[in-house]
Nanobody, 123 residues
Framework: VQLQASGGGLVQAGDSLRLSCAAS????????MGWFRQAPGKEREFVAH????????YYADSVKGRFTISRDNTKNTLYLQMNTLKPEDTAVYYC?????????????????WGQGTQVTVSS
């Protein structure tokens, strides 16, 4: 079972990026999924989660209105559209699959993790 995150890069403040997370080895169409991030020297923090069918989403206050989480269960892929990026969004972004159908902001609710993709936003 593997979650492969991609789409990170170096951008300027105000730019946009779209992260993808492709699942292989099994389907996660019945599982909630989420995005987390970890900046250097800081703990991993919640960014957004989405329930099993995409009907419910939730965001950290720091990204609300700028980021959009979505999923395509036919492609077994999770997305994070990031707009109006800020230098404080710089971090390694991780996708994760929860052990339930409805999402959570708690790291311990997620049993499968991707390897992370670096997002760097310059000012």
């Amino acid at each position: 079972v593997q979650l492969q995150a991609s789409g990170g890069g170096l951008v300027q403040a105000g730019d946009s990026l779209r992260l993808s997370c492709a699942a292989s080895g099994r389907t996660f169409s019945s599982n909630a999924m989420g995005w987390f991030r970890q900046a250097p020297g800081k703990e991993r923090e919640f960014v957004a989660h989405i329930n099993w069918n995409g009907g419910s989403t939730y965001y950290a206050d720091s990204v609300k209105g700028r980021f959009t989480i979505s999923r395509d269960n036919t492609k077994n892929t999770l997305y994070l559209q990031m707009n109006t990026l800020k230098p404080e969004d710089t971090a390694v972004y991780y996708c994760a699959a929860a052990q339930t159908s409805y999402g959570s902001g708690r790291l311990t609710s997620y049993g499968y993790w991707g390897q992370g993709t670096q997002v760097t936003v310059s000012s």
